[in-house]
Protein backbone atom coordinates (compact mmCIF):
# COMPACT_ATOMS: atom_id res chain seq x y z
CA UNK A 1 0.00 0.00 0.00
CA UNK A 2 2.75 2.34 1.00
CA UNK A 3 4.68 1.59 -2.18
CA UNK A 4 1.32 2.07 -4.73
CA UNK A 5 0.73 5.66 -2.52
CA UNK A 6 4.36 6.68 -3.15
CA UNK A 7 5.10 4.84 -6.28
CA UNK A 8 7.30 7.03 -8.61
CA UNK A 9 7.38 4.93 -11.67
CA UNK A 10 6.25 7.07 -14.24
CA UNK A 11 4.72 4.49 -17.04
CA UNK A 12 1.18 6.65 -17.29
CA UNK A 13 1.90 7.93 -20.18
CA UNK A 14 2.08 5.01 -22.10
CA UNK A 15 -0.85 2.74 -20.35
CA UNK A 16 -2.93 6.06 -19.65
CA UNK A 17 -2.31 7.90 -22.93
CA UNK A 18 -5.89 7.14 -24.57
CA UNK A 19 -7.53 8.97 -21.91
CA UNK A 20 -7.07 12.31 -23.73
CA UNK A 21 -8.31 10.47 -27.30
CA UNK A 22 -6.54 8.61 -29.59
CA UNK A 23 -4.32 11.57 -30.39
CA UNK A 24 -2.48 14.09 -28.40
CA UNK A 25 1.02 15.24 -27.00
CA UNK A 26 1.48 12.05 -24.32
CA UNK A 27 2.40 10.39 -27.74
CA UNK A 28 5.19 12.23 -27.92
CA UNK A 29 8.10 11.16 -25.47
CA UNK A 30 10.00 14.44 -25.44
CA UNK A 31 6.57 16.22 -24.21
CA UNK A 32 6.10 13.80 -21.30
CA UNK A 33 9.96 13.87 -20.27
CA UNK A 34 8.98 17.45 -20.12
CA UNK A 35 5.32 17.00 -17.65
CA UNK A 36 7.84 14.54 -15.50
CA UNK A 37 10.42 17.08 -15.19
CA UNK A 38 7.78 19.79 -14.77
CA UNK A 39 6.03 17.83 -12.09
CA UNK A 40 8.25 18.34 -9.02
CA UNK A 41 8.31 22.17 -9.39
CA UNK A 42 4.33 22.53 -10.06
CA UNK A 43 1.07 21.61 -7.95
CA UNK A 44 -1.57 19.83 -9.85
CA UNK A 45 -3.51 22.48 -11.09
CA UNK A 46 -0.47 24.71 -12.31
CA UNK A 47 0.50 21.13 -14.05
CA UNK A 48 -3.29 20.80 -15.51
CA UNK A 49 -3.43 24.73 -16.85
CA UNK A 50 0.00 23.93 -18.52
CA UNK A 51 -1.07 20.41 -20.23
CA UNK A 52 -4.64 22.15 -21.23
CA UNK A 53 -2.99 25.00 -22.42
CA UNK A 54 -0.12 23.13 -24.45
CA UNK A 55 -2.91 20.86 -26.11
CA UNK A 56 -4.67 24.24 -27.47
CA UNK A 57 -1.01 25.41 -28.87
CA UNK A 58 -0.72 22.59 -30.73
CA UNK A 59 -3.79 22.20 -32.20
CA UNK A 60 -6.18 19.38 -30.39
CA UNK A 61 -8.43 21.96 -29.55
CA UNK A 62 -11.05 18.81 -28.38
CA UNK A 63 -9.14 17.67 -25.47
CA UNK A 64 -11.80 18.13 -22.57
CA UNK A 65 -14.61 16.38 -25.30
CA UNK A 66 -12.54 13.52 -25.25
CA UNK A 67 -12.01 12.66 -21.45
CA UNK A 68 -15.46 11.14 -20.42
CA UNK A 69 -15.89 8.92 -23.72
CA UNK A 70 -12.43 7.49 -23.49
CA UNK A 71 -12.82 6.87 -19.31
CA UNK A 72 -15.63 4.81 -20.47
CA UNK A 73 -13.79 2.86 -22.68
CA UNK A 74 -14.43 4.75 -26.32
CA UNK A 75 -11.41 6.36 -26.64
CA UNK A 76 -11.85 5.47 -30.27
CA UNK A 77 -14.59 7.16 -30.65
CA UNK A 78 -12.96 10.41 -29.73
CA UNK A 79 -12.38 13.84 -31.88
CA UNK A 80 -8.47 14.80 -32.85
CA UNK A 81 -6.29 17.49 -34.51
CA UNK A 82 -7.39 16.12 -38.17
CA UNK A 83 -11.32 16.71 -38.33
CA UNK A 84 -11.27 20.22 -39.65
CA UNK A 85 -13.90 19.22 -42.59
CA UNK A 86 -17.29 18.91 -40.80
CA UNK A 87 -16.08 19.92 -37.44
CA UNK A 88 -19.07 20.89 -35.76
CA UNK A 89 -21.25 18.01 -36.99
CA UNK A 90 -18.18 15.74 -35.21
CA UNK A 91 -18.44 18.01 -32.65
CA UNK A 92 -22.07 17.67 -31.49
CA UNK A 93 -22.05 14.07 -32.33
CA UNK A 94 -19.25 14.21 -29.15
CA UNK A 95 -21.66 16.03 -26.95
CA UNK A 96 -24.90 14.14 -27.57
CA UNK A 97 -22.39 10.62 -27.06
CA UNK A 98 -21.11 13.06 -23.87
CA UNK A 99 -25.09 13.39 -22.94
CA UNK A 100 -26.05 10.10 -23.57
CA UNK A 101 -23.34 8.31 -20.87
CA UNK A 102 -24.16 10.79 -18.33
CA UNK A 103 -27.91 9.93 -18.50
CA UNK A 104 -27.04 6.52 -18.10
CA UNK A 105 -25.03 6.81 -15.21
CA UNK A 106 -28.02 9.23 -13.78
CA UNK A 107 -30.31 6.52 -13.95
CA UNK A 108 -28.29 3.64 -12.64
CA UNK A 109 -27.15 5.52 -9.78
CA UNK A 110 -30.42 6.75 -9.28
CA UNK A 111 -31.83 2.57 -9.10
CA UNK A 112 -28.94 2.21 -6.93
CA UNK A 113 -29.78 5.04 -4.25
CA UNK A 114 -33.88 4.16 -4.69
CA UNK A 115 -33.31 0.11 -4.28
CA UNK A 116 -31.28 1.12 -1.02
CA UNK A 117 -28.21 -0.12 -2.69
CA UNK A 118 -26.10 2.65 -0.53
CA UNK A 119 -23.26 0.20 -0.22
CA UNK A 120 -22.18 0.34 -3.82
CA UNK A 121 -22.83 4.06 -4.12
CA UNK A 122 -20.71 4.47 -1.15
CA UNK A 123 -18.11 2.00 -2.57
CA UNK A 124 -18.35 4.70 -5.69
CA UNK A 125 -17.53 7.72 -3.97
CA UNK A 126 -14.70 5.98 -1.60
CA UNK A 127 -13.35 5.05 -5.16
CA UNK A 128 -13.64 8.27 -6.69
CA UNK A 129 -11.94 9.66 -3.52
CA UNK A 130 -9.00 7.71 -3.86
CA UNK A 131 -8.59 8.39 -6.97
CA UNK A 132 -9.05 12.36 -6.36
CA UNK A 133 -6.18 12.02 -3.88
CA UNK A 134 -3.83 10.14 -5.70
CA UNK A 135 -4.30 12.56 -8.48
CA UNK A 136 -3.44 15.58 -6.28
CA UNK A 137 -0.61 14.29 -5.14
CA UNK A 138 0.53 13.31 -8.63
CA UNK A 139 0.59 9.75 -8.20
CA UNK A 140 -0.89 9.42 -11.79
CA UNK A 141 0.39 6.03 -12.48
CA UNK A 142 -1.33 3.95 -9.42
CA UNK A 143 -4.45 6.05 -10.78
CA UNK A 144 -4.24 4.27 -14.48
CA UNK A 145 -3.37 0.93 -12.75
CA UNK A 146 -6.48 1.01 -10.83
CA UNK A 147 -8.38 1.96 -13.03
CA UNK A 148 -7.43 -0.95 -15.55
CA UNK A 149 -8.40 -3.49 -13.05
CA UNK A 150 -11.51 -1.87 -12.97
CA UNK A 151 -12.57 -0.67 -16.25
CA UNK A 152 -14.60 -3.79 -17.47
CA UNK A 153 -17.08 -2.48 -14.46
CA UNK A 154 -17.14 0.61 -15.18
CA UNK A 155 -18.35 -0.25 -19.33
CA UNK A 156 -20.78 -2.51 -18.03
CA UNK A 157 -22.34 0.06 -15.31
CA UNK A 158 -22.75 2.38 -18.82
CA UNK A 159 -23.53 -0.82 -20.89
CA UNK A 160 -26.30 -1.77 -18.48
CA UNK A 161 -29.83 -0.46 -17.81
CA UNK A 162 -30.20 -1.86 -13.90
CA UNK A 163 -33.73 -0.42 -13.77
CA UNK A 164 -35.15 -2.47 -17.02
CA UNK A 165 -32.69 -5.31 -17.00
CA UNK A 166 -32.05 -4.61 -19.92
CA UNK A 167 -28.62 -3.79 -22.20
CA UNK A 168 -27.98 -0.29 -23.77
CA UNK A 169 -27.94 -2.01 -27.11
CA UNK A 170 -25.97 1.16 -28.28
CA UNK A 171 -22.91 1.08 -25.81
CA UNK A 172 -23.00 -2.60 -27.13
CA UNK A 173 -22.75 -1.32 -30.56
CA UNK A 174 -20.09 1.51 -29.89
CA UNK A 175 -17.93 -1.23 -28.61
CA UNK A 176 -17.91 -3.46 -31.49
CA UNK A 177 -16.14 -0.87 -33.45
CA UNK A 178 -13.42 -0.93 -31.85
CA UNK A 179 -12.07 -3.91 -33.35
CA UNK A 180 -12.90 -2.81 -36.84
CA UNK A 181 -11.08 0.47 -35.73
CA UNK A 182 -8.06 -0.98 -34.74
CA UNK A 183 -7.76 -4.39 -36.83
CA UNK A 184 -8.81 -2.44 -40.43
CA UNK A 185 -6.60 -1.56 -42.98
CA UNK A 186 -6.06 1.82 -41.90
CA UNK A 187 -5.76 1.85 -38.16
CA UNK A 188 -4.29 -2.02 -38.35
CA UNK A 189 -2.09 -2.43 -34.23
CA UNK A 190 1.09 -3.24 -35.45
CA UNK A 191 1.12 -0.79 -38.06
CA UNK A 192 -0.07 2.01 -36.55
CA UNK A 193 1.01 3.66 -33.44
CA UNK A 194 -2.36 5.64 -31.56
CA UNK A 195 -2.72 6.18 -27.64
CA UNK A 196 -3.71 2.31 -26.87
CA UNK A 197 -1.02 0.37 -25.47
CA UNK A 198 0.19 -2.23 -27.47
CA UNK A 199 3.03 -4.87 -27.02
CA UNK A 200 5.47 -3.09 -29.77
CA UNK A 201 7.88 -0.03 -29.18
CA UNK A 202 6.61 2.58 -31.40
CA UNK A 203 9.65 2.81 -33.50
CA UNK A 204 8.51 -0.43 -34.69
CA UNK A 205 5.07 0.79 -35.87
CA UNK A 206 7.33 3.57 -37.85
CA UNK A 207 9.89 2.20 -39.58
CA UNK A 208 9.60 -1.23 -40.63
CA UNK A 209 6.17 -2.19 -42.85
CA UNK A 210 5.08 -5.82 -41.04
CA UNK A 211 4.35 -7.55 -44.00
CA UNK A 212 6.34 -10.61 -45.27
CA UNK A 213 4.57 -11.72 -48.15
CA UNK A 214 4.49 -15.43 -47.48
CA UNK A 215 4.26 -16.33 -51.76
CA UNK A 216 7.82 -14.95 -51.82
CA UNK A 217 8.60 -18.00 -48.93
CA UNK A 218 7.38 -20.77 -50.93
CA UNK A 219 10.53 -21.12 -52.93
CA UNK A 220 12.34 -21.55 -50.02
CA UNK A 221 13.44 -24.57 -48.37
CA UNK A 222 15.64 -22.79 -45.66
CA UNK A 223 15.14 -19.43 -44.42
CA UNK A 224 17.46 -17.07 -42.89
CA UNK A 225 18.23 -13.65 -41.51
CA UNK A 226 20.82 -11.76 -40.78
CA UNK A 227 18.76 -8.63 -39.06
CA UNK A 228 20.10 -8.66 -35.05
CA UNK A 229 16.71 -7.41 -34.05
CA UNK A 230 15.21 -10.22 -31.84
CA UNK A 231 11.74 -9.34 -32.42
CA UNK A 232 12.43 -9.18 -36.75
CA UNK A 233 13.91 -12.35 -36.36
CA UNK A 234 10.97 -14.00 -34.03
CA UNK A 235 8.32 -12.35 -37.02
CA UNK A 236 10.48 -13.77 -39.30
CA UNK A 237 10.00 -17.08 -37.58
CA UNK A 238 6.59 -17.50 -37.43
CA UNK A 239 6.32 -16.10 -40.81
CA UNK A 240 8.22 -19.45 -41.51
CA UNK A 241 6.77 -21.69 -39.50
CA UNK A 242 3.68 -20.82 -40.56
CA UNK A 243 5.07 -21.89 -44.45
CA UNK A 244 6.12 -25.08 -42.91
CA UNK A 245 9.19 -24.40 -43.39
CA UNK A 246 13.18 -23.98 -41.45
CA UNK A 247 14.27 -21.35 -40.00
CA UNK A 248 18.08 -20.35 -38.45
CA UNK A 249 20.08 -16.86 -38.04
CA UNK A 250 22.76 -18.46 -40.09
CA UNK A 251 23.24 -19.09 -43.45
CA UNK A 252 23.28 -23.24 -44.03
CA UNK A 253 26.27 -24.47 -45.68
CA UNK A 254 24.60 -27.85 -47.86
CA UNK A 255 24.90 -26.90 -51.49
CA UNK A 256 21.45 -28.92 -52.34
CA UNK A 257 19.04 -26.90 -50.44
CA UNK A 258 17.23 -24.00 -51.27
CA UNK A 259 18.34 -21.13 -49.12
CA UNK A 260 16.65 -17.76 -48.70
CA UNK A 261 17.89 -14.53 -46.71
CA UNK A 262 15.26 -12.10 -45.31
CA UNK A 263 16.06 -8.65 -44.72
CA UNK A 264 14.52 -5.27 -44.22
CA UNK A 265 15.64 -2.70 -46.63
CA UNK A 266 13.66 0.60 -46.86
CA UNK A 267 11.69 -0.46 -43.99
CA UNK A 268 9.67 -3.61 -46.33
CA UNK A 269 10.94 -7.36 -45.49
CA UNK A 270 12.62 -8.84 -49.05
CA UNK A 271 13.38 -12.31 -49.65
CA UNK A 272 16.49 -12.95 -51.41
CA UNK A 273 16.76 -16.51 -52.99
CA UNK A 274 20.65 -17.51 -52.18
CA UNK A 275 20.46 -21.09 -54.20
Known amino acids: FNQAINSNVDWWGYFGAFI ?4 SLVLDQSYVDTIINNIQNKNFYELANQFYFDHIRNGYNFILLNIIPSVFGLYYLTLDDAISKSKYIFITL ?18 LIRKNLNFIVANIIIYLFIVTYLIVNQNFWTVIKLYSYILIFIYLFTALNLQKEKINFLMLIMLTIFPIYKFSTFNNGIGIYDSFPSIIDK ?12 K ?26 HNNKTFQNDPFIEKKVKECNVSIIKKSFIVTSIK
Open 20 to 23: FGKK
Open 94 to 111: SIGLHLYILLILKKNIQY
Open 203 to 214: NYKKNIKWNLDQ
Open 216 to 241: QLEKCEIIYSLEKDYFVNRYIEIKTI
